[in-house]
């Protein structure tokens, strides 16, 4: 059972910043979603178990940056110029390398295990 925990959320206005961590025990890809109201769960970013490779959604490219730190369990999520539309509950997820990962690095049904999220809201 891989245990994650988010934490780092909070409000801030547009434009902002803030950075996002997850505590992830064990050496597994990691994953970034996203879930505003009334919305589907979308992937934001994704990272290798050795960090070596990412992957970005359209939308946060250019100002979300993943990373981690395997020294510390620990995985980041840096989110600058954030705009309303980002606005929505973050989840990291954590899933084994396999073949497939790097097809489908942000898709949801591709990871096993999650946290219980940090809000995020930005205003205008």
């Known amino acids: 059972q891989v245990q994650l925990v988010e934490s780092g959320g909070g409000s801030v206005q547009a434009g902002g910043s803030l950075r996002l961590s997850c505590a992830a025990y064990?050496?597994?890809?990691i994953g970034w979603f996203r879930q505003a109201p009334g919305k589907e769960r979308e992937g934001v970013a994704a990272i290798s178990t050795s960090g070596a490779t990412t992957y970005y959604a359209d939308s946060v490219k250019g100002r979300f940056t993943i990373s981690r730190d395997n020294a510390k369990n620990m995985v980041y999520l840096r989110m600058n110029n954030l705009k309303p539309e980002d606005t929505a509950m973050y989840y990291c997820?954590?899933?084994?390398?396999?073949?497939?990962?790097?097809?489908?690095?942000?898709?949801?049904?591709?990871?096993?295990?999650w946290g219980q999220g940090t809000q995020v809201t930005v205003s205008s």
């Open positions: 997820a954590a899933v084994p390398y396999s073949g497939s990962w790097s097809l489908f690095a942000l898709e949801t049904t591709e990871y096993n295990y």
């Open positions: 064990g050496r597994n890809c």
